[in-house]
């Protein structure tokens, strides 16, 4: 976790904002902090959405604020999910009569996995499968279930690429977010201040 100390002066300004806007401080200073978890969350994201070719809004489901700051917990939470690799079928994989084609890397090319399979024909996905690539391999044996029962083959296997968290941390974007915190909460906590001034003056509906 990452701990981010709130500027003294800022606070001082921003309480004295709110007093002459009539506005509740601690209400004020939750409003900076989620708006910086917010900044934080949408970095994060895109810091992901930069090295791997994971849909953005699967790499948002696995990005979540787990607190949110009030006014009696000053407190946010942004997490993103260290969960084990994530199905190849996140990576652009494509069924061909040759296997399964994919593509992790923003920077790298297409690979291909010979005779791997997302259903019983290129662009036809099997609902058993799930949207999931798998392949045939390990030692054959005697099925217990599904269309096969009874015969021997081959056991299939799920193939995985990469986590988003793992692309996040290797690629060390996870090294700049304390500064980059740091800075969205200066500006966040200047905003509000600016804003109940602007209250205090009239300027802005209360």
């Given at each position: 976790?990452?701990?981010?100390?709130?500027?003294?002066?800022q606070?001082t300004?921003?309480?004295?904002?709110?007093?002459?806007?009539?506005?509740?401080?601690?209400?004020?200073?939750?409003?900076?902090i989620?708006?910086?978890?917010?900044?934080v969350?949408?970095?994060?994201?895109?810091?992901?959405?930069?090295?791997?070719?994971?849909?953005?809004?699967?790499?948002?489901?696995?990005?979540?604020?787990?607190?949110?700051a009030?006014?009696?917990?000053?407190?946010?939470?942004?997490?993103?999910?260290?969960?084990?690799?994530?199905?190849?079928q996140?990576?652009?994989?494509?069924?061909?009569?040759?296997?399964?084609?994919?593509?992790?890397?923003?920077?790298?090319?297409?690979?291909?996995?010979?005779?791997?399979?997302?259903?019983?024909?290129?662009?036809?996905?099997?609902?058993?499968?799930?949207?999931?690539?798998?392949?045939?391999?390990?030692?054959?044996?005697?099925?217990?279930?599904?269309?096969?029962?009874?015969?021997?083959?081959?056991?299939?296997?799920?193939?995985?690429?990469?986590?988003?968290?793992?692309?996040?941390?290797?690629n060390?974007?996870?090294?700049?977010?304390?500064?980059?915190?740091?800075q969205?909460?200066?500006?966040?906590?200047?905003?509000?201040?600016?804003?109940n001034?602007?209250?205090?003056?009239?300027?802005?509906?209360?």
């Amino acid at each position: 976790m990452i701990g981010i100390e709130v500027n003294a002066k800022q606070l001082t300004a921003l309480r004295k904002a709110c007093r002459e806007a009539k506005k509740t401080f601690a209400k004020e200073l939750a409003a900076a902090i989620n708006a910086t978890a917010k900044d934080v969350r949408l970095k994060i994201s895109r810091d992901i959405g930069s090295e791997i070719t994971m849909p953005a809004k699967d790499i948002k489901d696995r990005i979540s604020t787990k607190d949110k700051a009030t006014a009696q917990n000053p407190i946010a939470v942004v997490s993103l999910g260290w969960k084990k690799r994530e199905g190849l079928q996140y990576f652009k994989a494509r069924q061909t009569a040759s296997g399964v084609t994919y593509k992790i890397s923003k920077k790298g090319g297409r690979g291909l996995v010979p005779h791997a399979f997302m259903g019983p024909s290129p662009g036809v996905l099997a609902p058993s499968l799930n949207g999931g690539v798998f392949v045939r391999m390990g030692a054959a044996r005697k099925m217990t279930k599904g269309r096969y029962q009874g015969k021997i083959r081959q056991p299939i296997v799920k193939l995985r690429a990469v986590s988003a968290a793992g692309a996040f941390v290797k690629n060390k974007h996870d090294a700049v977010m304390p500064g980059f915190i740091q800075q969205k909460m200066l500006a966040q906590m200047e905003r509000r201040i600016n804003l109940n001034v602007l209250r205090a003056n009239g300027l802005v509906p209360k």
